[in-house]
Structure formats: structure tokens, C-alpha cells
């Protein structure tokens, strides 16, 4: 056991000094160069620890479970490291300058003061790693607008962990009430609820759901419909709106919520809009709520969340959209107005705006 | 639009708790078993410390309230391997950080097993989370 642990660790090291060589520290873009510094900083730092573990190998048996423990936890760090963000940042291009360009040009906008890296690598949707400040995109994303108003729920995240919390104790206060609420409608009115779901109501929305539904506000306040729009966007590629997990609250509720949302910031008219497109898509769609979708979506929480996200917006002095804006965010909302009310000419608008943006903004 | 920020950063606190638990434990069972080089008295204090924080987190994130994502399911993994319920582990819990703070001599074998049993739970919940990450 010992010599196959001995050249694991030292097959690790290796690792960690191939990441090192893989990332420029003096990328000329300054933001990279930052996440460059944290990353070093990170493997340096995983670098020491593998060789005190060689040292620990020589000790007697009782240690072993522990170092064997630790190798574990490095090894999964670092290989979490490369596939997350060195392997990503290593290939640096011209789609992730142009996107992390308009991220950070958007973030001014708005007063948001952290500015993440943003790549166009991902294989999934879009993803943030907080620690790193770095949010993955699809490789095309760089040349369409209709789903960047998403960046911003990204951004929220972002804040959540690195600024300040984007939804706390209002939320929490909330989702108890509404606890005790329906057990005394159990006790007097007998509505019928399975005895798992309070149990199970408390721990996604706890642990799971109130971050993501924060996210959307947020997004909402600070892009306005066009945030609205990318959602639906999203959601005509799902298979059901009404479908929920313990990770992922029903799209169906976020779609009324962030309705709710634009309602709340009185943009009445495209909030109206959008619905109108949402019942539409439902009612086509034919597609029908399981029974506990009510029990697990009540409307009082999600206000909570919002309210709790609008002090915190207003706490950081960040700006909302209020539909007079020019820049990133009307460009956004633009670009979903045009592409309902003229078609024809979207694509080459699209390109055209993507290229004076280009032009007009560097980093 | 994803779960994955949340999944993320419970990746790393789990991951991290596991490297600060076993790199303490390395320390307390050199100086509890004389085993050379024996770690200095700062070290050894650090040690204590780190355990005792850890045992402090996973007794206050476990107490009545909601079940919470990681922690509730490493209690209910130490649980099952020691045959005792949820309430049973708690107190063994406090009574380990009670003699984790006073002196590394009062740690017996009792409490040793106990936190290498932690230890298991949290490599095993850190793992759980590294596979869900790249495997969404």
C-alpha cells in the first residue's frame, strides 16, 4: 500500500507543476491575470501539502488511514481544479475576450463591482465557480444575445459568496410560517398533505431552492423583461415546466415569479407580454401541475425571497433596470423586442450590435 | 441556470473540513502516541483547535431544525457505523470536544476512532460531491 500511495502522491505533484506551466502569469487581459494569482496561490499551496505527506508516509501504520484521507481530498481538489478552470483558461481565446468584455462592461453598468472571467467552454448550460470568479458558457455563446440576460443569474451567485448574502432571514422566517401555516390547515381544514413533504418542503428550500429563486430576482431587477424572455427561452427546451427535484425548483413557479418580479418593479406591459406568451406555450403544451406542485411553491416564500433580494440590491447600491438605460442591458432588452417584432432583419441587427460592441469596448 | 454554484461550494466545504480534520489528527495521534517528530505545543494547539471547531459545526448544524444537505447525512453516516442513533452521536460528539479541549492526553481511543469515523464520513461525502460535479 505505502509504495503505491508514495508514487500517487508524488504522481499529484507532477500534476499540480504541469498546471502551473500551463497558466500564463502575465496574461496581458489584467482580470485573468488576477484569477491566474489566486489560482497559483491555490496550487502552491496544494504543492505543500503533497510533499508533507510524503513526510507523514514514514510514520507508522496508525497515520495511514489519515494520510490516505488527505491524498484523497488534494487529489480531488486539484483534478476539480484542472477540469474547471485551468484547462478552460489555458486555452484563453478570442470568444472568452469578447464575452468576458461585455460581462464586465455590463457589470459597470449596473454598479456591480466583482467582475468574473467568463469562458466559452462549457458543456453544459452556463456555470459559475465562485471561488475562482469564473462563469463557463457554451461555445457559441459569444455570438447571439438572447441568452445573456442568464449571465446575470450567474452574477447573483457570484455576490451571494463573495459580497454579501442575496437572501437571508426574511426568506428563512418565511418558509417556517408557511410550515406552521399548513399544519393547522391540516389540523382544522384537513388538507391533504403527505406527512413527508413539510419535512422535505424545508430541506430544498433551505438548502437548495432559495439561492437559485434569489438568483432569478436578482436577475430580473438588474435586466428587467429581457430576463423574463431568456427564461421562457429556456424553458421551451425542458420537458415539462411543472417537473421539480430536490435541487431544482419547477420552471414553472420561477416563470411566475419572475413575472411577479417585473410586476413588482411596475413594468407592467412587457411583464403582461411575456405572460401572454407563457399561458400561451402552457395551454399548448396541455401540460398539467402533479398534485404536490401547489404544497411546494407557495407564493408568500417566494415574495420573501424577493423582498430580501431587493434590500440587498438596494444595500450594494446596485442600479435596476428601468427601462431608460442604454448600454449591455438595453442592447439585451432590444434584442428580444426585436426578435418578436422583426424577424427578418434579427440576425443581421444581432451581428451588426455584437461588432459595434466589439469595437467600442475593450479590457 | 444550474444547481452547480450551490453544488460547488458545498464541494469545497466538505472537502476542506476533511483536509483540516485529517491533517489535525495526523498531529494529535503523533503527540498522543510519541510518535517522532513530535509536533511542537503551537501545533499541537492548532490541532486542538481545528478539531474542536469541527466537532462544534457538525453539532450546531445538526441540531433540531431543518435537515441540512451534507452535515444531517455525515451524522446519520457515523450513526449507522457505530450503531447508535442521531441523539446517541451527538452526545458522544460533545462529550469528544469536551476532552479534545482540555488536553490531548484525555483524547482516548474512544474519541480517536470516533473522529477517524468522521473523517471516513466526511472523505466519503466529499467524494459523493466531486462525482456529482463531474457527472451532473
Sequence with gaps: MIPLLEGAINALIIRVNHLMTLLNPDHPVSLVRERVRDIFKDLHNQHTSLKQLLVELEGPETLLSNVLRLYNAIAREVYEIEASVVGPLSRWGEEDKKLTVLTVTACKEVKIKEFPVVLATSEMYYRIFPKYGVITVPATESRGLLNLPDLFHELGHYGHYHRQKIFSNRTLVSIRAYLDKTEQEQQRLARPIKPDWPKDFEYVWTNRWAEEIACDVFATFLVGPAYGWANLHLILRQPTPFGFSITHPADAARMDNILRVLKR?????????IESAWNKFKQTQGYQPPIEYTFFHPEEVFTAIAEDVEDSIEEAKLHCYDGNRSGVIQILNEAWSRLRSNLANYIEWESQRIENFEISNRI | ???????????????????????????????????????????????????SDILRFLLEKTESGPRRSWTGSILDEISKVRRRSNEETRGELQTCLIRTGESPNQVGADDLQLLDQIGTALDQSSAALYRELIHP
Design chain 1, 265 to 273: 418593479m411596475e413594468l407592467h406591459e412587457p411583464a403582461q407580454e
Design chain 2, 1 to 51: 441556470m444550474s444547481q452547480f454554484a450551490r453544488l460547488h461550494q458545498e464541494f469545497e466545504d466538505v472537502t476542506g473540513l476533511s483536509k483540516r480534520l485529517n491533517q489535525a489528527l495526523l498531529i494529535l495521534k503523533r503527540a498522543i502516541g510519541h510518535i517522532e517528530p513530535i509536533p511542537d505545543a503551537r501545533r499541537q494547539e492548532d490541532a486542538k483547535k481545528d478539531i
